[in-house]
């Protein structure tokens, strides 16, 4: 969703505003704009990323220590100029940016449009701006006091920074439901939706809670209040973060990037909770509370996206190995559907970014329900991080591309770990297919190293496909959720129609689809469903659709009836999705570089998701 960052300090504000907003853009990107405070506040905006901002900026006047600025993802209102943060009050005294939604926002539009403001946007964020303007002048009391009440008759999410005239050495920064970040530097402080922007800056951060307000001035340090008024003492936490991470170290894209980070993204998953050689997997986050797990009647999964499809897998493996019910659901379904859940469920939520609205009122609801909910996610103090009860991150590192990569693959292999920890616990799993599958995943950073060679082989694939106008993706078992996976990538970053499919489906309404343009993709490493498979691939054959298959190292079958093959090495079948994903994720790369499509930011998507 939109991005926020914004300083005070004895600095100038703009470049490290605009540094910010570059290092947020995967966050939203349809319009930008920035607010610096001199004597009177300029304030700066425009339709398109961050470059067009800067272009728009060249000749303007960018003085000032003091300032806001934003990257917006469209929710009320066009990309436009108009609709770009940061809106004014009024006089033009206070300038304010925001992420989120208020959704009461019509209610409180009429109210002040009937009190004569003339709103300039069309968004619901300027609503927000006018009522502090009015509650400052109508009530007499000062700008804190005015954002906080405005806050309690704000219905939704937000997250807010103000700066005002008025205030030249301060800025106000309030949540709900939605991220920001305090960095704490010498003298100078920074608030941002995450904490890419503060790094280069200081590693000492404040992550607000919601309802917090935090009231940042250059005199008084900081105070945080609660929307109601009560005070709490500030927590100092630690950035674990490094400004290495978030550049694209000689990579064309971040997408290329952190899909060839893999082998490392995944042993840094594995680091410290994998040790073969003593035979033991154990989650430190989870310990405490793997007992319930095992008395659990079932697990619920539930996420959004990508991260959706790396439950699927985990489904797979927790029946297989744990033996106990789990059930998938979309986070956006679960919570609006009354689901049964009570105190004996546990509840595993998955989210790269740790902020998508749906799986943290998901979370919300199994709590209010009884249950526990375990959280698997990669930013590390994120909201869901901090709503669950217990859980492991991914230590994936920041992923940048919007198409989510390594964060998948990183997910299942928290999954796989979680399941063997509490497999071996319940003595569902045999010491030998234990120690056999701990063996495997072991490998599997450097089988991944060995799938990324094949890369020009797949860009020659992509080559022939980049003018397809639908593709198919095929597997089974384990493989079903790689289809989708590879799917979701192809239809991100390209712009290409593509459906998955569990293979034997295929003949229960998309095989109606094929025909000598459609190219499917069919993940063949199935043991157990090698043969059925096989009659899949001849089925789409038979009616002369062309197969790119993904087949296990001296495959001949397929290879003899597939157009294009690319070999992954062989491992145990449940983690072939670490390294089925991979191919196709290099798949979609380079046929959406093909189509000249933009791949870290494809059009109407947003990295992270904070609005329902
Ligand atoms: C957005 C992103 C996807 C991601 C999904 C869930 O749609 O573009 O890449 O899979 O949100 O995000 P999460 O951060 O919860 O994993």
């Not at 966050?27 to 930008?32: F, L, Q, V």
Request: net charge negative; aromatic share 6%.
């Amino acid at each position: 969703m939109c991005g926020i960052v914004a300083y005070v300090g004895q600095k100038d504000a703009y470049p490290i505003l605009i540094n910010g907003l570059r290092r947020l853009e995967y966050r939203g990107y349809d319009s930008a704009g920035v607010a610096l405070l001199t004597d009177q506040i300029n304030l700066y905006k425009c339709r398109g990323k961050v470059a067009d901002l800067e272009e728009y900026i060249a000749d303007k006047n960018t003085g000032g220590t003091i300032g806001i600025a934003h990257t917006r993802w469209a929710t009320h209102g066009e990309p436009n100029d108009e609709n770009a943060h940061p809106h004014f009050s009024r006089d033009r005294d206070i300038a304010l940016i925001h992420n989120g939604i208020i959704e009461n926002y019509a209610v409180l539009k009429k109210e002040l449009v009937s009190r004569g403001y003339v709103f300039q946007s069309n968004t619901d964020t300027e609503v927000l701006v006018h009522l502090i303007e009015d509650i400052r002048e109508n009530e007499n009391v000062e700008l804190d006091e005015a954002v906080r009440i405005a806050l309690t008759q704000v219905e939704g999410t937000y997250a807010i920074v103000v700066i005002s005239k008025n205030h030249p050495d301060s800025l106000i920064a309030a949540r709900n439901g939605s991220p920001l970040v305090i960095g704490v530097g010498e003298g100078e402080y920074y608030v941002a939706s995450d904490g890419a922007p503060l790094v280069e800056y200081t590693k000492n951060v404040i992550y607000l809670d919601n309802e917090d307000i935090a009231y940042i001035s250059l005199k008084d340090d900081i105070k945080i209040k609660s929307i109601n008024n009560i005070e709490r003492t500030p927590y100092i936490d630690q950035l674990e973060m490094s400004i290495t991470q978030l550049e694209k170290g000689g990579f064309e894209h971040f997408m290329l990037k952190e899909i060839y980070e893999q082998p490392k993204s995944i042993a840094d998953s594995m680091r410290g909770r994998l040790n073969v050689a003593k035979e033991i997997v154990s989650l430190g986050g989870i310990i405490e509370y793997e007992e319930k797990m095992l008395n659990a009647p079932r697990f619920t999964m539930v996420a959004c996206g990508t991260s959706w499809h790396a439950c699927l897998v985990g489904e797979y493996i927790f029946e297989e190995l744990v033996r106990i019910p789990v059930e998938v659901e979309y986070a956006s379904e679960f919570r609006y559907r009354n689901p049964i859940i009570n105190e004996k469920d546990i509840v595993i939520a998955i989210s790269q970014s740790g902020e998508t609205a749906d799986t943290l009122a998901a979370i919300g609801l199994a709590k209010e329900n009884g249950a526990t909910v375990i959280g698997i996610c990669n930013v590390v103090g994120s909201s869901i991080a901090r709503a669950t009860h217990a859980g492991s991150y991914t230590h994936a590192g920041p992923e940048i591309g919007v198409a989510s990569t390594k964060a998948f693959t990183a997910q299942v292999t928290l999954l796989l770990l979680m399941a063997l920890s509490l497999a071996k616990k319940k003595g569902t799993i045999s010491r030998s297919r234990y120690h056999e599958i701990i063996i495997a995943l072991e490998n599997i950073p450097r089988q991944i190293e060995e799938v990324l060679s094949h890369e020009k082989l797949i860009k020659e694939i992509a080559d022939r496909f980049s003018d397809a106008k639908n593709f198919l993706y095929l597997g089974r078992g384990y493989n079903f959720p790689v289809a989708l996976e590879g799917a979701l990538k192809l239809k991100e970053i390209s712009y290409i129609h593509a459906e998955g499919y569990p293979a034997a489906e295929m003949k229960h309404g998309p095989i109606a689809l094929i025909d000598e343009e459609m190219p499917v993709v069919v993940i063949a490493t199935n043991k157990g469903t090698y043969d059925k498979v096989v009659s899949n691939i001849q089925e789409v054959k038979a009616r002369k659709g062309k197969i790119i298959a993904i087949v296990t190292k001296g495959d001949e079958t397929v290879k003899s009836l597939a157009d294009y093959v690319i070999e992954i090495p062989e491992t145990e079948e449940m983690l072939v999705p670490l390294l089925a994903t991979v191919p196709l994720q290099l798949l979609s790369y380079h046929i959406a570089l093909n189509r000249g499509c933009n791949v870290d930011q494809p059009r109407n998507l947003a990295k992270s998701v904070t609005v329902e």
